[in-house]
């Protein structure tokens, strides 16, 4: 867990591990989901889901033993999460690497830093896990995203033409990696 506050207008950050829910954690991470997915930013959907959708939906990254759930809070309220995906047990040649999936930060939390924050909280807990590598992808049209992971170390490697259908219309995606046991070379 990771405390600080902002340099710019001392607001209280917090980035924490979640392996249960207490109090409004729920229903802040639907409504940040809710408010993601209106905003074009995460989870793959393209409308949100009723409310019931959103809460099993998180109720079962905290239940899948594969998966670990950071979050950011800004003030005490959720306003970003990450999550890491570990590789399946039957997955013996590609057990060295984890994968990040939806990143995200609230619009009105962004520029204080979560996002890099929960970034370098999932590769610690990669590196601490015996990982050697973390995988990632994100829509072309992402651009803050994207220099994110690149100025991370993150190097692009594929592109996917068809990574996402919105509205009719076909979205690129791009892959990235990022070798967390030595200096960025294979």
Same mark, same amino acid.
């Given at each position: 867990m990771t405390d600080s506050l902002s340099p710019d207008n001392g607001r209280a950050t917090r980035i924490e591990e979640i392996e249960s829910f207490s109090g409004d954690d729920l229903p802040q991470l639907c409504d940040l989901a809710h408010d993601a997915i209106i905003d074009g930013e995460g989870f793959l959907w393209v409308r949100p889901p009723p409310q019931? *959708? =959103?809460? +099993?939906?998180?109720n079962g990254v905290v239940l899948v033993p594969e998966r670990s759930l950071w979050i950011a809070r800004l003030d005490g309220r959720i306003v970003g999460t990450? $999550? *890491?995906? @570990?590789? &399946?047990? +039957? @997955?013996? &040649?590609?057990?060295?690497?984890? $994968? *990040? !999936? !939806? =990143? *995200?930060?609230?619009?009105?939390?962004?520029?204080l830093g979560l996002a890099r924050g929960l970034l370098r909280q999932a590769e610690a807990m990669a590196i601490s896990r015996g990982f050697t590598a973390l995988d990632l992808d994100?829509?072309?049209d992402r651009e803050a995203a994207i220099r994110l992971f690149e100025a991370e170390g993150y190097k692009r490697w594929g592109v996917k033409p068809r990574y996402a259908r919105i509205q009719g219309r076909y979205i690129s995606g791009y892959y990235f990696s990022k070798f967390l046991d030595t200096d960025g070379t294979p």
């Open positions: 019931r *959708i =959103l809460e +099993n939906y998180w990450v $999550q *890491i995906l @570990n590789p &399946s047990v +039957n @997955n013996e &040649s590609g057990a060295f690497a984890a $994968q *990040i !999936t !939806t =990143l *995200i930060v609230a619009g009105h939390a962004r520029r994100v829509r072309a």
